[in-house]
């Protein structure tokens, strides 16, 4: 492991999750700083991501994988400070962002070699930290599992959120026929079309099925993206086209509790679903790889750009949690860990 000149401090600030529960079990601590193993970087912490895995870890419904830390947070960018032996394409002193499987809520966390990337050529440490986790998600579901291509339509459940506005701008950067986005109020809905939506449905007042069926003629959307689940899933059926593909990203609405399978079966519908997190870092590196060659030159000439809503400050992580169970956000929100750092490239 290498250091040059830099002391790493044995301690830290991280976040716990006491126990599971509401976003008050979220407290600051103090732990180890961790080493890397010989094909890890060590980051020094300047922002991390807040995601919707985050907050199904703190309920309790989303263990981290075997290996991974209990830290929450799944994305970060911020300084490399050491560097494990087998390390090749790192050095200390590099600015990166990194996907991880866990630990980004903390002053300092390790990322896999082949998980980390420059930061991109445009983007500040703020917006890289929103890149990986939802860029990378994004990517396996919509395009490698649900196989988008360029004149579809496609049903985007909550359009709003951090996976809503990334995948609304992919759609529309790859040739969409027509975007459909759900949305939570007018607000969310001036935003969605602001990215590229051709139409926003308001769910709370109107019927996502109907809307989806009268603006395309009754054809339906070839592809849905859904982070919703329980009664959506049937509905979705509802929605689709024939040969549709529902890949299923998360389940905030808990389980389908009845459906009706007959609609899938007529149709001819795919229904899939994966996650990102317990991927190997191999097949996480191959996602990367692709994200490389196809978005961040859209990215680096300033053709796409994460969203940011707003950001806290680290130890207040229990309040970014209160945001996002709010629902009220446009994009992502992100924890800062070293405010000069993040300050300089805002």
């Given amino acids: 492991m290498s250091e040059q000149a830099y002391t790493l401090p044995d301690t830290m600030t991280a976040i716990d999750i006491t126990q599971p529960g509401g976003p008050e079990v979220l407290q600051a601590t103090t732990r180890p700083v961790p080493r890397p193993q010989a094909n890890e970087v060590?980051?020094?912490?300047?922002?991390?991501?807040?995601?919707?895995?985050?907050?199904?870890?703190?309920?309790?419904?989303?263990?981290?994988?075997?290996?991974?830390?209990d830290i929450p947070g799944l994305e970060v960018s911020g300084m490399v400070v050491a560097v494990g032996a087998e390390v090749q394409n790192f050095v200390p002193g590099d600015r990166v962002a990194a996907l991880i499987t866990g630990g980004g809520y903390a002053e300092y966390c390790t990322?896999?070699?082949?998980?980390?990337?420059?930061?991109?050529?445009?983007l500040n440490f703020v917006e890289a930290a929103a890149l990986p986790e939802t860029f990378m998600t994004v990517w396996l579901n919509m395009f490698q599992r649900g196989q988008f291509k360029a004149g579809d339509i496609i049903l985007i459940h909550g359009g709003a959120s951090g996976i809503g506005t990334t995948a609304t701008m992919l759609?529309?950067?790859?040739?969409?026929?027509?975007?459909?986005?759900?949305?939570?109020?007018?607000?969310?809905?001036?935003?969605?079309?602001k990215l590229g939506a051709d139409v926003a449905v308001l769910y709370k007042e109107e019927d996502f099925v109907e809307i989806v069926k009268e603006v395309t003629d009754g054809h339906g959307a070839d592809i849905i993206l859904d982070i919703i689940a329980g009664d959506y899933v049937a509905r979705n059926y509802e929605a689709a086209a024939m040969h549709g593909r529902i890949v299923q990203i998360s389940v905030l609405a808990g389980p389908a509790k009845e459906l009706n399978l007959f609609p899938m079966l007529t149709k001819q519908l795919m229904h899939i679903g994966s996650t990102l997190?317990?991927?190997?870092?191999?097949?996480?590196?191959?996602i990367i790889e692709a994200l490389n060659d196809n978005v961040w030159p859209l990215i680096e000439a300033g053709k796409l750009k994460p969203q940011i809503y707003k950001t806290f400050p680290l130890t207040q992580a229990a309040d970014a949690h209160r945001l996002l169970d709010e629902g009220t956000h446009i994009g992502k929100v992100v924890l800062i860990a070293d405010e000069d750092e993040a300050k300089d490239r805002i």
């Fill in 111 to 122: 990322a896999h070699e082949s998980n980390t990337l420059p930061l991109p050529s445009g």
């Fill in 171 to 193: 759609a529309k950067a790859f040739g969409a026929a027509k975007i459909i986005t759900t949305v939570g109020s007018a607000e969310h809905r001036q935003a969605s079309l």
């Fill in 277 to 286: 997190r317990s991927r190997s870092p191999a097949a996480k590196a191959e």
């Fill in 42 to 69: 060590l980051i020094r912490t300047v922002a991390a991501g807040v995601n919707g895995p985050d907050v199904l870890q703190r309920k309790g419904q989303y263990a981290p994988p075997p290996g991974a830390s």
